[in-house]
């Protein structure tokens, strides 16, 4: 049967053992974007391109996903989510190669938590908002190619866990600029499923929860929650819900 071809930008690293530096940005090598990895590359059909920055880092997670005899298979692509040239040069290798893209996954996010005012937001929403849209529309003529093709954008805005809970641990948490760029992304998000449904392209944003990854640094204390997790491979999977736009699990023709 024809492989289904999944790309992932963000973090492919299971933990860092270290704190990342600035700009502190996750890539698909760390946290959410590793397990999500893991999952989608152990399906035999399945091939998952890891797109990130810095190769030399996701060979390194390449390399430890190799090592679990998954049953798919995995490859990497270079790409900056804030370079035209980088953008369009990967575009370019996926439509060369595969001819086509099934999966689309956005989960490059940056914090920049040593930087302030102005600077702090143009860099998270360069990242964050700017970046996942570049990389969205630039790739989405070849995810029209797909029978089936789907664009997931991860995480949703933070709702239920951090906004609207007064008793969360995490209710208060400085992360306001972080918030309000995911709350932009949204936005962009729903506006792409209206403009493309119509197309065949199935449009999600899905929050997996908090997960322990590079974006917060050694000090994260919650883990992967790989239930929900699974459920979000689930999508790529077929086994989700159809339809558009999507918060959390549930679909919506507006």
Partial sequence: SQRTIILITGDHKLKSQTLLREPNSIQANSGVGYATAQILADHPDHHVI???????????ALSEL???????TLSLLQLGVEDDTSITQAVHTVDEQYNRL??????????APTSTGCTRLNQIFSTNVIGATLVSEAFIPILLKSE??????????????????PSSGVYA??????????????????????????????????????????LMGEDEHLGIRWSLV?????????????????????????
């Fill in 148 to 165: 089936k093709p789907y664009l997931i954008q991860v995480p949703v805005l933070w709702v239920n866990e951090t906004g609207d809970d």
């Fill in 102 to 111: 099934d999966v689309l996954i956005g989960n490059a996010r940056l914090r």
């Fill in 230 to 254: 699974e459920g979000f491979c689930g999508l790529c999977l077929g086994r989700g819900v159809d339809g558009g736009w999507d918060a959390g699990l549930s679909s919506s023709d507006s």
């Fill in 50 to 60: 890891l797109a990130c920055r810095d190769l030399q880092k996701d060979q390194r």
């Fill in 173 to 214: 948490t400085a992360l306001d600029e972080c918030r309000v760029s995911k709350a932009a992304l949204n936005i962009i998000t729903v506006q792409i499923h209206k403009r493309l449904h119509s197309c065949g392209l199935r449009v999600f944003a899905f929050w997996p929860g908090f997960a322990r990854s590079n």
């Fill in 66 to 72: 190799q090592s679990k005899s998954l049953r798919g």
